[in-house]
């Protein structure tokens, strides 16, 4: 990807140490990571100078640090500079090209109001405006506005209010957080009574096209594994996190790709234009891939025609280091299209490999390292694991063996669920089924559902229905041992049946929830109900 020289002047605070060093700190789409650690040079007058090449058309993130880089997480951010005491900067935004790639460098002029950790007196002030579509001008929501480190978002009319920001020249910088409009830079000056736009702000609608990613896998990696692709954009599974960092990759929303042996292939529909910083994972960032025991990240901008990427990861984290495949058996009612995820720190989605059983892989840890981590059912605190044994949060624990292995782990039941392990006093089971009716059900009808299995009864088991709700029927079944049952719901008073359908039934307690959008015979459909809007 061509670059360019971007020369950045930044105005530090009259309470910057003489004997500490300022650093320009570039961050990679995982804000956990940097991508560029660039000592300033002083100039005289708290001002620092730097230059660094970026990628044109690249959307950088970046911010103002005094730290030098040794040490770990507990010296992130702390003297990181600050707009609002105690909340230091996430990141600046920047889009790299402004005067078109003849240019031959890029001028970037900030101000660093106060360090986090050295509280300054100083002018704050707000710019608002108002950001609508380009060819409509209907008002656009939810569009994240930057300016100098500080994010906010468009609200139900397209209005934003940006507070904190000194006077001087500043980037106002807008992205869609679904990436369904172009991102745009604006320069703006802002006065001493702050600054608010009169004239709209306009996002053109983006042109999306298919782009393929294929992948070769290291001959090392799990034939159940999961692997993924996350990126900078919305399809890529970035979502708004803190406010200071908004799009930034999630374990919950990742693209899985689909794997023939030792490739991985996928196609997602970008934006044209759009400029995309990926890397592939088993599940999320921390078991991502690596490249000379460092951490790979890859950028490219979205052409006119789409485009295939073809790459090839090295290794799965840092090399020496054990590929762990944890193998989880679940209960037998978990919920059908519910994923199953590990939880450490990061949430890992897990890749199903059979109705019961789900598989990650985790390569970020040493050998000889113990930690804790949970099962959950979705991302959802009330989804914990409730085992017998098991801590009352969910919290398992192993250690990491010293070469590449699998860990066997058997979830029996998920808290504030049934225990499909039990039974009613005589050993046996009761099932609810609950029924949804079509609108053309005639009023106070009977209706009987008839199985292949003795628990249902020679003539059928009558439903009831529900108070309250007309188009509603429930019955319980009683059934002497778990199994396949095939059965269908008909009106005793047409004669009319439903499809035939299958349900396995498994436990004590166990609900079925099935629907008839339409009587066969009746010629009509339940539309009010088929077109519903369903939460997820």
Request: hydrophobic share 35%; charged share 20%; proline share 7%.
């Amino acid at each position: 990807m061509p670059t360019k020289p971007v020369l950045f002047q930044v105005q530090v605070p009259e309470n910057t140490p003489d004997s500490e060093s300022v650093f320009l700190m570039v961050h990679s789409v995982d804000s956990e990571f940097t991508t560029a650690h660039v000592e300033l040079r002083p100039e005289g007058s708290n001002s620092y100078v730097g230059e660094i090449e970026l990628p044109i058309g690249g959307h950088v993130r970046y911010a103002y640090d005094r730290w030098d880089g040794v040490g770990c997480c507990e010296d992130r951010f702390v003297t990181r500079e600050s707009l609002f005491t105690g909340a230091p900067v996430g990141y600046r935004s920047l889009i790299v090209g402004e005067g078109g790639p003849e240019a031959e460098r890029m001028l970037v002029r900030d101000v660093v109001p106060q360090w986090n950790d050295l509280e300054t007196e100083f002018e704050q002030m707000e710019i608002s405006g108002r950001i609508v579509d380009s060819e409509t001008f209907e008002p656009l929501m939810d569009i994240d506005v930057t300016v100098a480190g500080v994010h906010v978002a468009t609200n139900f009319d397209g209005r934003f209010v940006v507070p904190g920001v000194i006077p001087g020249t500043h980037r106002v910088i807008a992205t869609s957080v679904t990436g369904n409009y172009e991102m745009f830079q604006h320069e703006i000056e802002v006065g001493s009574e702050g600054l608010d736009l009169q004239s709209n702000l306009t996002m053109r609608r983006a042109q999306m096209v298919p782009v393929r990613f294929t992948v070769a896998l290291p001959t090392e990696t799990s034939p159940d594994a999961g692997v993924f692709i996350t990126g900078n954009l919305w399809q890529l599974g970035a979502r708004p996190g803190f406010t200071n960092s908004p799009a930034i990759p999630s374990g919950i929303s990742l693209p899985i790709m689909s794997r023939d042996r030792d490739q991985a292939t996928v196609t997602l529909d970008l934006p044209v234009g759009a400029y995309v910083e990926y890397f592939y994972t088993l599940g999320s960032d921390v078991v991502a891939e690596y490249e000379n025991n460092d951490r790979r990240f890859r950028s490219f901008i979205v052409g006119e025609s789409g485009t295939t990427r073809s790459d090839a990861v090295a290794l799965w984290g840092n090399e020496g280091w054990p590929l762990v495949t944890l193998r989880v058996d679940v209960p037998a009612n978990t919920p059908t299209g519910v994923p199953v995820f590990f939880r450490k720190g990061p949430t890992i989605r897990m890749n199903q490999v059979s109705p019961t059983q789900w598989v990650t892989v985790l390569s970020a840890y040493p050998p000889g390292e113990e930690f804790e981590f949970s099962i959950s059912l979705g991302d959802d605190i009330f989804g914990n694991d409730g085992s017998p044994g098991v801590d009352v949060d969910g919290s398992r624990s192993f250690t990491v063996p010293g070469e590449s292995s699998e860990i066997d782990v058997k979830v029996t039941k998920w808290a504030h669920m049934p225990d499909p392990t039990l039974r009613d006093e005589s050993n046996g089971l009761t099932v609810k089924f609950r029924l949804s009716v079509p609108l053309e059900t005639p009023e106070g009808a009977t209706i009987v559902l008839t199985g292949d299995r003795p628990a249902v009864g020679a003539e059928g088991t009558v439903m009831q229905p529900v108070p309250g709700d007309p188009w509603l029927y429930e019955a319980d079944v009683n059934f002497g041992h778990d199994g396949l049952l095939r059965y269908r719901y008909t009106v005793t008073e047409t004669g009319n049946s439903s499809d035939e359908m299958t349900v396995q039934t498994d436990f004590h307690g166990q609900e079925v929830n099935d629907y008839v959008s339409s009587w066969d015979g009746s010629g009509s459909e339940r539309d009010r109900w088929i077109s519903g809007f369903f939460m997820p």
